[in-house]
């Protein structure tokens, strides 16, 4: 199925389980903060198989059920790209996780102008998908 492919996911990624607030106040090292993202997009996948599971998708889905589930795909990648762009990310790292968050975003904000976008999400996400993996993340950005 096409679950993977949305993870960065989504730059990338996912939502709030990582560290623990004091962490969170200080820049985090480069592993703490691949493992947080990770952690975001870990969540973000079991949202993304809980949405089509809920969509009654247990197969591969058609481009009518890809299209009618996109409105909440995005929702679930907001709330990824929001989570890891609240993470304190090491300053050798900053630049490199705005690229990814701005791919995200882009990418987020095409689905949302157009829920088709989600019949192809490996070329939607494309980038951020190769920014997250130039990270470091090994869940964010995966596809398959």
């Known amino acids: 199925m096409m679950r993977k492919s949305f993870t960065l996911i ?3 990624v996912a ?17 703490d903060f691949v493992k947080a993202a ?10 993304l198989n809980a949405m089509f599971t809920k969509a009654g998708i247990t197969s591969k889905p058609t481009a009518a059920q890809l299209v009618k589930v996109a409105p ?6 907001n709330g990824q790209a929001k989570s890891i ?10 630049a ?8 995200l975003k882009v990418a987020i904000a095409a689905l949302r102008k157009d829920p088709s976008l989600m019949v192809q999400p490996d070329k939607l996400f494309a980038e951020a998908n190769a920014s997250a993996k130039a990270l470091g993340l090994t869940v964010c950005g995966a596809s398959g």
Request: glycine share 6%.
């Open 10 to 12: 989504a730059a990338v």
């Open 38 to 47: 990770d952690a975001i997009c870990t969540k973000g996948d079991a949202q």
């Open 85 to 94: 762009g609240k993470l304190k990310a090491p300053k050798a790292d900053k």
């Open 96 to 103: 490199q996780v705005a690229k990814t968050l701005t791919a």
């Open 15 to 31: 939502s709030g389980v990582f560290a623990c607030a004091s962490a969170i106040a200080a820049d985090l090292s480069h592993a």
């Open 72 to 77: 909440t795909a995005v929702s679930i990648f």
